[in-house]
């Protein structure tokens, strides 16, 4: 089955500069890699995600590139916040799997003023 | 997207206890999850709740420990039978409104403490 890994588990970053999260996943068969935020107390929110198809897709201060090739994908946060601060989760899935997501472990972000 | 409730949104039970999770959505969806988050861990998928028939459950959880119901599209409800306290966790609900590809989205869960 499909295992997705996600790095770095922390990540502490000035207010205003980029944060990046790196994904890789196992099986070529998944296509659709969606990226979720969870702040606590909260259930994750989906903020983008990409389709096989697509190289790159870009959201103001969010962005996500994927490359198939070597089966990785990344979230790309530019002048960060600290209302970016929160967990971040990727995820993997195949259509023909129906929906059903496997996600990595997640990403601690902390913005610091 | 769509708006989703659970209730309880938190509760402390006993050991031995069993609880029933509620997930409401304000419109019709095409499939509905149900998601453990242990402390400070990621998302493990327990099962799919099907429509009006049995739910479809992931390797390591069975019917008899979390049944599941889904009398309709826009409702359905997780139990947790015989508590421990290993089952303290977040439970989150999860839907999908259109099929093919589309993106699950999550109720904000209920924190389940078991003593």
């Known amino acids: 089955g499909e295992n997705v890994e996600q790095h770095p588990s922390t990540l502490s970053v000035q207010e205003g500069d980029s944060a990046v999260i790196k994904c890789t996943y196992s099986?070529?068969?998944?296509?659709?890699f969606p990226w979720y935020k969870q702040e606590l107390g909260k259930g994750p929110q989906l903020i983008i995600d990409i389709r096989s198809n697509v190289g790159e897709k870009k959201d103001q201060r969010i962005a996500v590139t994927l490359n198939k090739t070597a089966k990785h994908f990344s979230l790309h946060i530019t002048e960060t916040q600290p209302e970016d601060s929160a967990v971040y989760f990727c995820a993997a899935s195949a259509d023909n799997y129906g929906q059903n997501f496997v996600f990595g472990p997640g990403t601690r972000l902390s913005v610091l003023p | 997207s769509a708006v989703i409730s659970q209730k309880p949104s938190r509760d402390i039970c006993q050991r031995g206890t069993s609880l029933t999770i509620q997930c409401q959505v304000d419109?019709?969806?095409?499939?509905m999850f149900w998601y453990r988050q242990q402390p400070g861990q990621s998302l493990t998928l327990i099962a799919t709740?099907?429509?009006?028939?049995?739910?479809?459950?992931e390797s390591g959880f069975v019917i008899d420990k979390f049944p599941i119901s889904r009398p309709n599209l826009t409702f359905s409800t997780l139990t947790v039978s015989n508590m421990s306290p290993e089952d303290s966790s977040i439970y989150l609900c999860?839907?999908?409104?259109?099929?093919?590809?589309?993106?699950?989205?999550f109720g904000d869960g209920t924190r389940l403490s078991i003593l």
């Open positions: 099986d070529s068969a998944s296509n659709y």
């Open positions: 709740a099907n429509q009006g028939s049995e739910a479809t459950y």
């Open positions: 999860s839907v999908v409104i259109q099929g093919g590809g589309q993106p699950q989205h």
């Open positions: 419109s019709q969806v095409t499939m």
